[in-house]
Nanobody, 119 residues
Framework: QVQLVESGGGLVQAGGSLRLSCTAS????????MGWFRQAPGKEREFVGR????????YYADSVKGRFTISRDNSKNTIYLQMNSLKPEDTADYYC????????????WGQGTQVTVSS
């Protein structure tokens, strides 16, 4: 089992920045591809980006490319989502997730952290 806990959400003005963290406990963290997702009120969950187990490969949704950066510190069992140039449409609950095989999807999910961007 893996437990994921997100933190760092909050209220920020448009154009501002936030950094979310996701800390894992349980199974070997560095064996997982880690992803970030978000869900806005009344909308479906949306993929934000992911990072390989090594941290070398990242992939982002077009909606956040160039503004968001995912990184990881395997020594701290933690991944980060640096969000810059935030827009009101980035308002959502943000979730991290862990996958041992992207073909199988993400097996473990955190409880989410809320991000609100005011205009």
């Amino acid at each position: 089992q893996v437990q994921l806990v997100e933190s760092g959400g909050g209220l920020v003005q448009a154009g501002g920045s936030l950094r979310l963290s996701c800390t894992a406990s349980g199974r070997a963290f560095n064996s997982f591809t880690m992803g970030w997702f978000r869900q806005a009120p009344g909308k479906e969950r949306e993929f934000v980006g992911r990072i390989s187990w090594s941290g070398i490969i990242t992939y982002y949704a077009d909606s956040v490319k160039g503004r968001f950066t995912i990184s990881r510190d395997n020594s701290k069992n933690t991944i980060y989502l640096q969000m810059n140039s935030l827009k009101p449409e980035d308002t959502a609950d943000y979730y991290c997730a862990a996958s041992t095989s992207l073909r199988e999807g993400y097996e473990y999910w955190g409880q989410g952290t809320q991000v609100t961007v005011s205009s």
